[in-house]
T-cell receptor
Framework: GENVGLHLPTLSVQEGDNSIINCAYS??????FIWYKQESGKGPQFIID?????DKRQGQRVTVLLNKTVKHLSLQIAATQPGDSAVYFC??????????FGKGTLLTVNP | SQTIHQWPATLVQPVGSPLSLECTVE??????LYWYRQAAGRGLQLLFY??????ISSEVPQNLSASRPQDRQFILSSKKLLLSDSGFYLC???????????FGDGTRLSIL
């Protein structure tokens, strides 16, 4: 099955800096990956996704990088803002309907 | 646009009481529906998912059950709650495999 986990449980950055949150997975059959942001007391909010036929995808201030060779993906947030403070989850899936979630990284943005 | 609603937002129940949490989706048809539980400081554990009316797949043996009486309605139930059922319950929908799942704002369930 899928095993998705995160390298660091917490990350603290200064406002305006770039943030990088990392994630590793173990199932080579995984072909879909997604990042979520979860604020306290709320459900996870979709940020960006990527399929295994790509190695990079960009959104507004966010970039996801996928390295299939080492089974690693990362979320980069440019010019991090206080509103970016939250827990960030990666999740991975295959051809079935299920996603397996990592434990999450708490991002704290210092003003 | 699609929206997902969960209620109640918070619930305090005594041990041994029944449970019914409801989730409805608007603005889409034939969604895949999911129930997750999230323990404090942890990731999301998939409890049930459904690809159609009356079709329920259970991921972990537990004290809970799920039902899908209508296309866009997903219900999480228990006949007798245990202390270990406490947690943050999240409902989600998607258009299918390899598609984003979209979450409601959850129900915080406390068992006393």
């Amino acid at each position: 099955g899928e095993n998705v986990g995160l390298h660091l449980p917490t990350l603290s950055v200064q406002e305006g800096d770039n943030s990088i949150i990392n994630c590793a997975y173990s199932n080579s059959a995984s072909d879909y990956f997604i990042w979520y942001k979860q604020e306290s007391g709320k459900g996870p909010q979709f940020i960006i996704d990527i399929r295994s036929n790509m190695d990079k995808r960009q959104g507004q201030r966010v970039t996801v990088l996928l390295n299939k060779t080492v089974k690693h993906l990362s979320l980069q947030i440019a010019a991090t803002q206080p509103g970016d403070s939250a827990v960030y989850f990666c999740a991975g899936g295959g051809s079935n309907y299920k996603l397996t979630f990592g434990k999450g990284t708490l991002l704290t943005v210092n003003p | 646009s699609q929206t997902i609603h969960q209620w109640p937002a918070t619930l305090v129940q005594p041990v041994g009481s029944p449970l019914s949490l409801e989730c409805t989706v608007e603005g889409t048809s034939n969604p895949n529906l999911y129930w997750y539980r999230q323990a404090a400081g942890r990731g999301l554990q998939l409890l049930f998912y459904s690809v159609g009316i009356g079709q329920i797949s259970s991921e972990v043996p537990q004290n809970l059950s799920a039902s899908r009486p209508q296309d866009r309605q997903f219900i999480l139930s228990s006949k007798k709650l245990l202390l270990s059922d406490s947690g943050f319950y999240l409902c989600a929908w998607s258009h299918g495999g390899n598609q984003p799942q979209h979450f409601g704002d959850g129900t915080r369930l406390s068992i006393l």
